[in-house]
């Protein structure tokens, strides 16, 4: 595709249920961001993929988030047994790689825990 | 540990006038200073970025401020106009890593 694609763009689960949101990339890009937007709180750094590089995982809040990414493109980003506090948008973004890139955003996927 | 401050949360400019948002960085390995422009129901967008070997940048009605000595660096709108209300966020990375934003503001350009 164009650009970098997300599903679902809206997701109301209940609380304790386990969530899995995707991220299909741009075409050829090597690395691959997940980032959490709450309201007030700007764009909290999840975990970076870069090539067949092992994840930077340092931004995952617990160990109820997890995050896969298959054959170097496509991503899943896993949220078990979801709290109200885990309700935010979830954004993906993708790069070429290297060094001071642009990375392009999706239009993010909004979770709300109820 | 908040890397990157940002201010003010949120701005109202009338149509015409200059839209001035501020951050400020503790990290001195920072050198690459991008703007992320975000319209509601979008993802952000790169809008503009810097490097810390020039102290200005400017692309059309945008123009990054850099102070490598303060750490701090600041986007100018010049002209506001209401389509620019958006979100902004300012951002920082060491040149090969991912990036910090900052919080947020809010601009709204008045008719």
């Known amino acids: 595709g164009a650009g970098v694609s997300q599903s679902p763009s809206n997701k109301v689960t209940e609380k304790g249920k386990d969530v899995e949101l995707r991220c299909d990339p741009i075409s050829g890009h090597t690395a691959l961001y997940w980032y959490r937007q709450s309201l007030g709180q700007g764009l909290e750094f999840l975990i970076y993929?870069?090539?067949?590089?092992?994840?930077?995982k340092s931004g995952l809040p617990s160990d109820r988030f997890s995050a896969e990414r298959t054959g170097g493109s496509v991503s899943t980003l896993t949220i078990q047994r979801t709290q109200q506090e885990d309700s935010a948008v979830y954004l993906c973004a993708s790069s070429p790689g290297g060094q001071g890139v642009t990375i392009y955003f999706g239009e993010g996927s909004w979770l709300t825990v109820v | 540990q908040q890397q990157v401050k940002q201010s003010p949360q949120s701005l109202i400019v009338q149509k015409g006038g200059i839209s001035i948002i501020n951050c400020a960085y503790e990290n001195t390995a920072f050198d690459y200073f991008p703007w992320y422009q975000q319209f509601p129901g979008k993802g952000p967008a790169l809008l503009i970025a810097i490097r810390p070997d020039v102290s200005e940048k400017k692309e059309g009605r945008f123009t990054i401020s850099f102070n490598k000595s303060a750490k701090q660096f600041s986007l100018h709108i010049m002209d506001s106009q209401p389509g620019d209300s958006a979100t902004y966020f300012c951002a920082a990375s060491k040149w090969d890593s991912t990036l910090t934003f900052g919080k947020g503001t809010m601009l709204l350009v008045s008719p």
């Open positions: 993929f870069q090539g067949n590089s092992a994840p930077d």
